[in-house]
């Protein structure tokens, strides 16, 4: 059953990313609005989207560079599953909302423990050790709660401290909270969604933690350097040394 979750998980993407396409075509579709004035003279007006330009990430070394598109491809991976839990969750919280009596909500959750057993875990075996970090993180920014604090509220205390035992032998936290804002790991992170969005790699979807990417901009912005205090630092630099390595031929 575990091997053919991937099959099923592309063709359920393959299926909503069918529905995007044809709204992108009906959209293009819609007649122009015009305006006419007494002259017998037209101007079309057409309503553009609001367009975000990310800056390129500047990085201090190779390594960081290595970093990036390490944790790039396990973004890849293991985002459709953490957009998945989101709009199930919602799903869980607005049918929970609706139900007055408390035989209704047990008979519910008993449901949702069946849903999580056979949904959650085999997607926590086949991932490895980084993707479960990944996922953790990414899970708390599309449902605004952590693993443990899931597990804890749809199925009991003891299986919240037993999978959080069971996840910290793979280093791996389910407490773990996504904070771009202080966080530079998570900062890429965001980064790679916002950039997966815009060039149609990924399905898009709000976070639920409440932060603008702007402002996050802002934070991690490459702090520049005065024309001053760049030549201080150039003057401050000790003139290379000759040796009858580096001396020019006569």
């Known amino acids: 059953m575990n091997r053919y979750l991937p099959i099923f998980f592309a063709i359920w993407l393959a ?27 037209s101007i079309p007006v057409v309503t553009l989207d609001s367009v975000m330009i990310l800056p390129k ?4 070394n190779y390594k960081e560079i290595k970093k990036y598109r390490w944790l790039r491809r396990r973004v890849y991976r293991v985002y459709p599953f953490a957009k998945l839990s989101g709009e199930n969750v919602a799903k869980l919280d607005q049918r929970l909302a609706r139900m007055k009596s408390k035989s209704q909500k047990k008979r ?36 605004g709660q952590t693993v443990y604090e899931f597990l804890k509220k749809y199925k009991s205390n003891w299986t919240a401290f037993w999978y959080q035992r069971m996840a ?41 933690l409440g932060y603008k990417f702007i402002d996050l901009q802002n934070k991690w912005k490459p702090k520049t350097i005065p024309i001053r205090e760049r030549l201080k630092q150039i003057k401050l630099r000790p003139k290379p040394v000759d040796t009858p390595e580096n001396k020019p031929d006569k």
Do not use: C
Not at 27 to 34: A, C, M
Not at 57 to 60: E, H, N, Q, S
């Open 57 to 60: 990430l500047r990085f201090a």
């Open 108 to 143: 519910y959750m008993r449901i949702i423990k069946r849903w999580i057993k056979k949904e959650f875990e085999p997607q926590l075996k086949n991932l490895t050790r980084s993707e479960g970090r990944i996922l953790s993180k990414l899970f708390h920014r599309q449902t």
């Open 168 to 208: 910290k032998l793979y280093n791996i936290d389910l407490k773990v909270k996504f904070d771009p804002m202080n966080n530079k790991e998570d900062y890429w992170i965001e980064y790679i969604l916002q950039k997966a969005f815009q060039d149609e790699i990924l399905d898009p979807q709000p976070n639920k």
């Open 15 to 41: 299926i909503n990313s069918g529905f995007v396409a044809q709204a992108q075509q009906d959209s293009l579709n819609t007649p122009d609005t015009y305006i006419f004035y007494p002259a017998q003279d």
